[in-house]
């Protein structure tokens, strides 16, 4: 098996080799110790000047000595001659072999590895760490050797292995391999598992010795395998070995020792537990423990074959499960030896046999514990010495048994060594102990096979001195106790819960009470139980405070807990407030914006009563207005019981609270809150004088009460003005309305007066500018009776061709599209040339495009101007239509012709046509000025006509008020405003709009296209434009407009 094996791992290796010089080739660097001499990590310590990486193969030779104390890489390394290498313990040395290199760490000629950090070999192209030729490896620190080609670790040439630390292994070959005189120490941690040979596999005199923890899990073969002559594996520790594919452990030709305190267990796998091949030996002075799930006759507890012999020196339990012809113990050879000496037992706990072929010997000079139901098979010779212990009988055949079941060879009793204890309840009043804390070390000639205890509980009814047997047990049977004295003691005193409030001793009529029973309100509990006492005694009369002291006691008598709390004497029933019959109003006092409150006179003192007597009556008010957060409370008062009197003082209108509270001598108070409120019940003093408004262009005028308003007074302050109506129409010019007008003080107490309110202004649609047409200072006016407008030029002069800004008197509407204006000039006032007409033009600005005609009267020819571009030179052209003062202009499109006529009947053709390109729509009007300027001229305009006629858009609200409740779905605010305004667009959002402000006229004087509405707001600022009123328009892509009306106000 060995020379098989070693030839078919030196044939992988040579090929591993092959395929490696294949491979693109690492660089190899050689440390050289040409810097510090010490450190991996100094660059000039390695002949290539720098720090080897992970794709380099590492040499280090030549007695150096070299130390790791930081994280490293590389491919592989070797250490050759006497050369040293420490991993300390911050250091880490990472070996992942991406360039195949045979071993990946290699130790030769007496090098030395030790490690007390960490060493990661991932993936070697043959052995992960291999050691020959007296090298030596001391691990201190934490090894992973995973996935190698062949073994994670492979010794030959009297190479050692010490572990002190931990190793993990994983896949591969064998797990460990040993030949040739190596050695291997374990006295930390070693985890290895998964390998398609052996778990570990030592030959050619070899030595592993286990002191600390082997773990070696799914082999395919066997997870032990002593393999030559001269190999011992010896085990003082702890090996649990499980799934191995073949055997758990194989000696052929050498010896394992299984020293006294030494431990193997076995699971799992479905072959033998323990194969002796020929030479091989096995010496058991600890434990074993065989679990094997066999699959078949040939799968036994114990295979012993030719020339091997197998002594049992302590125990051995063997558990098999599966196939019934399985056997615990077989002898396969006639040179089979089994040997349980005196001190030995065999447990075979299951139902198996065992067997043994001709000329194998089992001889049994301890104990042999069987429960095999069936004939064990012996064709050999089976001598028993000791005892045979076979609960359901011993048959065997075809030879018998030498001897007969007897009884042990070891008749020598244990000797029983005790120790008292004590122990402490806890908290649940229970304690225990085991036999091995009562054991004082008690001996046996042979070994202790079991301890037990007569008792190992205790609970409450233990306290105290206990006394225990404690019974010794050999593998042979005999027994041997002695006694201790468990001493079980109760430390933890008793909980108690003593009541947080305890119930008062009502007095009765003749001030005296039954003391009760108070230990039905205290919780006590104990780890044991506990028994409660009062005193005094329940049922005692007491008269006054009682101090009554409660104690707990444990039923053991070594613990007390107490509660002591005093039971006071009381009166429970409490005094009576009645606060139903308190005053609920309190007029302010006359002339004033307050009233003077005192409780008892107001009404305010609640009625008392109690049981025993009042001593205390006390006071206090806050103010409470509904939706309103309260004010504070003023100050406890207390009053005089026998003239009770509370001054409130000076309180102003508003809603008060008033708090009364009472008490008696037990302390026991009542309390009532009563709701009053002092009323402003004085109305307001309003005069109105009478007030002339003047439309400009307004459709609606608000009117402001203020205006109305010549006088007006109340105690408590006026607060609310508004008039009836709330405002007027332009429709309503001429007329003389009576305007009545209301004040409100706070409590909403009424005063009104009427005033005339004359309307006075220009029609609907018209108005003029402050500076008309570069001509400040000028008026217009209009009769309503005789439907004349009035137009008076100030200081204003406009020649014919004149290359200067013209001034004009100028009063004017608005027409959009095609329209006409016509107007007859009834009268002309003034020196020098004056003149007056009609015109339309895009502005009043003096350059804006226009088309007018103008009448001297019988004074002057008449005369027509017009201007094609904006800022162009004005053009004239003069004619004569003597007594023709009925004047007309006439739009279509671009074209623009004036007329003429007696009458207004007949106009005859066009005085004038011009093409002149205008706005959609335009300003028409009446003009006056004067050539040159002499004096101020007055014109009256009859008959004046505009088509299409003005129509208004709003119609003014019914209801009084200042402002109106607004439910547009287009709220502007604030309104009427300065300039500035916010426009909530929340009824728009996530449509696409455009923004639009026109004036009274309907002229389109800002446009601005807001895209997809996203916030809720949009900004305007009208501060540039001229008081008035405007419209706001939204429109959506959709068609939807929605309007609403914005009063701008005159600036200061």
Not at 535 to 548: D, K, L, N, R
Not at 756 to 776: A, K, N, Q, R
Not at 924 to 947: C, D, E, K, M, R
Not at 989 to 1003: F, I
Request: net charge negative; hydrophobic share 35%.
């Amino acid at each position: 098996m060995i020379l098989r094996v070693t030839i078919v791992r030196y044939f992988m290796l040579f090929a591993l080799l092959l395929a490696g010089s294949a491979h693109a080739s690492a660089a190899t660097v050689t440390f050289t110790g040409g810097g510090d001499g010490v450190n991996w990590e100094d660059p000039d310590n390695w002949d290539t000047g720098l720090v080897p990486t992970a794709a380099d193969d590492v040499i280090i030779t030549n007695a150096n000595s070299v130390s790791i104390s930081t994280e490293v890489a590389a491919n592989s390394l070797r250490i050759n001659m006497t050369a040293q290498l420490t991993v300390t313990a911050t250091g880490v040395l990472n070996l992942d072999q991406v360039t195949a290199n045979g071993n990946m760490l290699q130790l030769n000629d007496n090098a030395i590895l030790t490690n007390d950090g960490e060493i990661m070999a991932n993936q070697a192209a043959s052995n992960a760490i291999d050691l020959n030729d007296d090298s030596r490896v001391i691990n201190n620190g934490t090894m992973h050797l995973t996935d190698p080609s062949l073994d994670p670790i492979n010794l030959t040439n009297t190479a050692e292995f010490t572990n002190h630390g931990t190793i993990y292994g994983s896949d591969g070959s064998d797990a460990i391999e040993m030949s040739n005189s190596t050695k291997f120490y374990n006295y930390g941690d070693i985890y290895m598992e998964g390998f398609s040979d052996e778990g570990i596999e030592v030959n050619s005199s070899t030595t592993f010795v286990n002191h600390g923890l082997l773990s070696i899990t799914d082999a395919v073969n066997d997870l032990i395998c002593i393999d030559g002559s001269g190999d011992h594996f010896m085990n003082a520790g702890m090996i649990e070995l499980n799934d191995p594919g073949n055997t758990f452990i194989e000696i052929d030709n050498g010896l394992f020792t299984n020293q006294e305190g030494g431990s193997i267990k076995m699971n799992g796998g479905s072959d033998n537990g323990i194969q002796l091949e020929s030479g091989g030996d096995f010496d058991n002075y600890g434990e074993i423990d065989i679990h094997i799930a066999a699959t078949s006759s040939a799968d036994d507890g114990i295979e012993i074959q030719s020339s091997a012999t197998f002594r049992n020196f302590n125990r051995i339990d063997i558990t098999l499960t599966g196939d019934a012809n399985a056997n615990a113990i077989f002898l396969d050879a006639s040179s089979s030896r089994f040997l349980n000496d005196a001190c030995g037992l065999v447990n075979m706990l299951s139902n198996h046999r065992t067997e043994l072929d001709g000329g194998a010997i089992l001889t049994n000079n301890g104990v042999l514990y069987a429960v095999y139901d069936g004939t064990h098979d012996n064709q050999g010779s089976f001598i028993n010495n000791g005892l045979i212990d076979a609960p359901n009988g011993f048959t065997i055949s075809p030879n018998a048994v030498t001897g007969s079941p007897g009884t042990a060879q070891d008749g020598e009793f244990p000797t029983a060594e005790c120790s008292d204890l004590t122990l402490q309840l806890d908290a649940d009043g229970d304690a225990s102990t085991t036999a091995e804390e009562i054991d004082n070390g008690s001996t046996d000639n042979c070994y202790i096979n079991s301890l037990a205890l007569s008792q190992e509980t205790f609970g409450c009814a233990d306290v105290g001195g206990n006394t225990v047997t404690l019974t010794v047990t050999d593998n042979a049977g005999n027994e041997s106790s002695c006694t201790a004295t468990v001493t079980v003691e109760d430390n933890i005193p008793p909980t108690i819960s003593c009541p947080g409030a305890i119930s008062p001793a009502v007095l009765d009529a003749n001030c005296e009470n039954t003391l009760i029973n108070y230990q039905l309100s205290v919780i006590a509990d104990d780890n044991c139980e506990v028994t409660l006492s009062q005193s005094p005694i329940p049922g005692t009369v007491i008269t006054g405070a009682q101090t009554v002291t409660v104690t707990v006691t444990v039923s053991d008598g070594t613990n007390e807990a107490s509660c002591t709390y005093e039971v006071p004497h009381v009166d429970i029933t409490p005094p009576t407030l009645d606060c139903s019959n308190l005053t609920e109003e309190i007029g302010t006092d006359e002339g004033e914006c307050f009233a003077t409150v005192e409780a008892a006179a107001n009404g305010l003192l609640p009625g008392y009563s109690d049981n025993c007597e009042v001593v205390l009556l006390e006071a206090r008010y806050r103010l409470n207005n509904l939706d309103e957060d309260p004010g504070p409370w003023s100050l406890w008062t207390e009053l005089d019981l026998e003239e009770p009197e509370y001054p409130l003082g000076e309180l102003a209108p508003g809603r008060y609270q008033i708090r009364w509270r009472i008490t008696d001598p037990g302390g026991l108070t009542d309390q009532c809150t009563r709701a009053f409120e002092v009323v402003d019940d004085e109305a307001p003093t309003v005069t109105c004088q009478p007030v002339t408004i003047d439309f400009n262009g307004e459709a609606e005028i608000n009117l402001t009460p203020a205006e109305f308003i010549a006088e007006a007074n109340d105690n408590c302050g006026i607060v609310l003005s508004y008039t009836d109506p709330a405002g007027v129409s332009c429709e309503q010019l001429g007329e003389v309305i009576t305007v009545t007008v209301t004040v409100e003080d706070e409590a909403g107490n009424p005063g009104t007066c009427e005033a005339d309110l004359t309307i006075d202004g220009l029609p609907c649609g018209w108005m003029t500018f402050d500076d008309h047409v570069d001509c400040e200072s000028s008026s217009a006016d209009y009769e309503v009776s005789s439907e004349t407008f009035y137009l008076t030029s100030a200081d204003c002069s406009h020649s014919p061709y004149s290359p200067f800004d013209e001034e004009y008197a100028y009063v004017k509407t608005v027409i959009c599209g095609d329209g006409e204006i016509i107007a007859q000039v009834d009268e002309l006032d003034g020196l020098g040339k004056a003149w007056a007409g009609i015109t339309m033009r895009e502005s009043n600005d003096p350059d804006s495009k226009k088309f007018q005609v103008m009448t001297g009267l019988d004074y002057l020819q008449h005369r027509v101007d017009w201007r094609s571009g904006t800022g162009g030179l004005n053009q004239t052209q003069a004619f004569s239509r003597y007594g023709q003062h009925w004047l007309r202009i006439v739009r279509t499109g671009p074209i623009f012709q004036a007329f003429t006529s007696f009458n207004g009947m007949f106009w005859g053709q066009p005085v004038n046509t011009q093409v002149i390109p205008m706005d959609e729509c335009l300003e028409v009007g009446l003009i006056v000025t004067n050539v040159p300027y002499a004096s101020n001229v007055t014109a009256s305009f009859n008959h004046v006509q505009v088509t299409p006629p003005y129509s208004l858009m709003e119609v003014r609200p019914d209801s009084p008020g200042v402002v109106m409740a607004d439910d547009s779905p287009l709220p502007v605010y604030p309104n009427p405003t300065n300039g500035r305004l916010t426009v909530d667009l929340s009824a728009f959002q996530d449509q696409e709009a455009t923004l639009e402000v026109l004036d009274l006229d309907g002229q389109l004087i800002l446009q601005r296209p807001l895209g997809v509405i996203e916030n809720q707001t949009e900004q305007l600022d009208l501060s540039e434009q001229a008081a008035g009123m405007y419209f706001i328009r939204v429109r959506t892509a959709e068609k939807i407009s929605e309007v609403q009306r914005v009063i701008l106000q005159p600036r200061p």
